[in-house]
């Protein structure tokens, strides 16, 4: 659900409300919509997020409404399968993998906040000289697939099973290879 906030320029701005305080985080701003509560984010003036929206608490510090829940730094890694839940204010990640015919690649995918995506990585060689190789990466609806030295002929030889998820404002805000 959207707020809507008219500056004083007469331009309209939104932020998202969210249905608990736990979403919002603290500190957070009470707004009632037909009888229930939701909850603006709140935080400073100066934030790329804020609105013209001002609070002040009763110690008397204005915050700003936030159009959203910031993303902060953060980074997991899974391997072989698991499940990643999104954290509040990321609509991005960057995934970090090792490939078949490169050290790392690094993907970054759009995800939605607060959704759990299904993740599964495989590197395997199809021989002990490692000549023939592949990887292959699913992070919700997004897939990324690579074999390297010709056509797989066998049964693989699993390795380095292992997906790095980052996630903050400049991941959010990257040119995206996908959508999960």
């Given at each position: 659900?959207?707020?809507?906030?008219?500056?004083?320029?007469?331009?309209?701005?939104?932020?998202?409300?969210?249905?608990?305080?736990?979403?919002?985080?603290?500190?957070?701003?009470?707004?009632?919509?037909?009888?229930?509560?939701?909850y603006?984010?709140?935080?400073?003036?100066?934030?790329?997020?804020?609105?013209?929206?001002?609070?002040?608490?009763?110690?008397?510090?204005?915050?700003?409404?936030?159009?959203?829940?910031?993303?902060?730094?953060?980074?997991?890694?899974?391997?072989?399968?698991?499940?990643?839940?999104?954290?509040?204010?990321?609509?991005?990640?960057?995934?970090?993998?090792?490939?078949?015919?490169?050290?790392?690649?690094?993907?970054?995918?759009?995800?939605?906040?607060?959704k759990?995506?299904?993740v599964?990585?495989?590197?395997?060689f199809?021989?002990?000289?490692?000549?023939?190789?592949?990887?292959?990466?699913?992070?919700?609806?997004?897939?990324?697939?690579?074999?390297?030295?010709?056509?797989?002929?066998?049964?693989?030889?699993?390795?380095?099973?292992?997906?790095?998820i980052?996630?903050?404002?400049?991941?959010?805000?990257?040119?995206?290879?996908?959508?999960?």
């Amino acid at each position: 659900m959207e707020l809507k906030v008219k500056n004083t320029q007469g331009e309209t701005q939104s932020c998202t409300l969210y249905s608990t305080k736990e979403e919002a985080g603290s500190p957070a701003l009470s707004v009632p919509v037909n009888g229930v509560p939701h909850y603006a984010v709140l935080g400073t003036t100066d934030s790329a997020e804020a609105t013209g929206l001002r609070v002040k608490n009763t110690e008397g510090k204005v915050f700003a409404v936030l159009k959203g829940v910031e993303a902060v730094n953060g980074n997991t890694q899974i391997r072989k399968k698991g499940i990643f839940k999104v954290p509040s204010g990321v609509r991005a990640v960057r995934l970090m993998f090792r490939g078949a015919s490169r050290p790392t690649w690094t993907k970054y995918v759009g995800v939605e906040a607060r959704k759990e995506y299904s993740v599964s990585v495989r590197l395997w060689f199809y021989d002990l000289a490692q000549e023939v190789s592949g990887v292959e990466v699913v992070f919700g609806k997004y897939q990324f697939r690579e074999i390297h030295g010709g056509d797989p002929v066998g049964v693989p030889i699993e390795k380095g099973n292992l997906v790095r998820i980052l996630w903050s404002k400049e991941v959010n805000n990257h040119t995206l290879d996908g959508i999960a």
